[in-house]
């Protein structure tokens, strides 16, 4: 089976992700919290607070709004596959009302040994993202079902997290990467000044272009992990006119070439 990105709206997005090879991805950005269920070999995931590595028919539930380094490592077979799934803010908002007693995920909660009844209500979960045909309130219902899981292990998401002014520019360009953001733009779109951003993305030791092309690369990792788009199309979509140029920034950024993902991936 290709890899794959479904999203239905008001419900969650989930993907699968196939790899041949060890792996590192540096610095990516968690926008929003994410379950990730891997099914052959093991992630690694490294913050500056420490490291977790999660083994086949194990999960980890990761916060948004962090930075973190992942390793993805293959299986003695020779080939890596996990499946990760985004819920709707607001099912993620109604658990956390619904459960005020239990502690907010700040970074990584690991779930280790998932249980027959875990994975069918995960399998579940994807069944409800994929058929449009299925009725919203059960498919949210399905969809939600995991946040009980991860909350049988000792967790929950915090319902409305802090943005930093970076996280909200990425969210915000984060609509439509191929557009041409200007400061101004951004700025309106923000209501604040032109000055205002600069400084406040300047507080956090970044700028908006840097942000952009981070956005933009980091999307196109998760198309080329995710999909089974052509590269050319995938620099399209991120706002890269010139395929060349789309691959020399990819690399630069994450230290190896685009087409050595898409073969790593759709050859599992």
């Known amino acids: 089976m290709q890899p ?26 968690i926008e929003q919290p994410v379950l990730i269920v891997v099914e052959r070999g093991s992630k690694t995931l490294r913050r500056t607070q420490g490291e977790c590595v ?3 028919g194990e999960a980890v539930a990761i916060a948004g709004g962090q930075t973190v380094d992942i390793i993805n490592q293959p299986a003695a077979d020779g080939s890596y596959r996990a499946f990760w799934l985004a819920w709707d803010a607001s099912l993620i908002a109604a658990h956390a009302a619904a459960h005020p007693a239990q502690p907010v995920i700040r970074q990584a909660l690991p779930l280790p040994a ?7 209500a995960f399998q579940r979960a994807v069944a409800a993202v994929e058929d449009a045909d299925m009725p ?34 990425r969210r915000l360009i984060g609509r439509d990467l191929a557009q041409e953001w200007s400061a101004a733009a951004v700025a309106a779109e923000l209501a604040m000044s032109e000055a205002t951003l600069r400084r406040r993305l300047a507080d956090e030791e ?14 196109a990792l998760n198309l080329l992990q995710c999909s089974a788009q052509p590269v050319t199309q995938i620099a399209l979509q991120v706002g890269y006119q010139s395929p060349s140029h789309f ?14 993902i898409r073969r790593l991936a759709l050859h599992a």
């Open 136 to 169: 919203l309130d059960i498919a949210r219902h399905r969809a939600a079902e995991m946040l009980l899981w991860i909350g049988a292990h000792g967790g929950k998401f915090a319902p409305f997290e802090a943005l930093t002014a970076a996280l909200k520019v």
């Open 54 to 56: 999660i083994g086949a």
């Open 247 to 260: 691959a020399v920034r990819f690399r630069r950024r994450f230290g190896f070439a685009p087409s050595a």
């Open 4 to 29: 794959r990105i479904l999203h239905r709206p008001g419900v969650a997005t989930t993907a699968s992700v196939l790899q041949k090879q060890a792996l590192e991805f540096k610095r990516l950005c």
């Open 114 to 120: 998932r249980s027959a009844e875990f994975m069918a």
């Open 206 to 219: 970044t700028s908006l272009s840097e942000i952009l092309v981070d956005a933009r690369l980091s999307f």
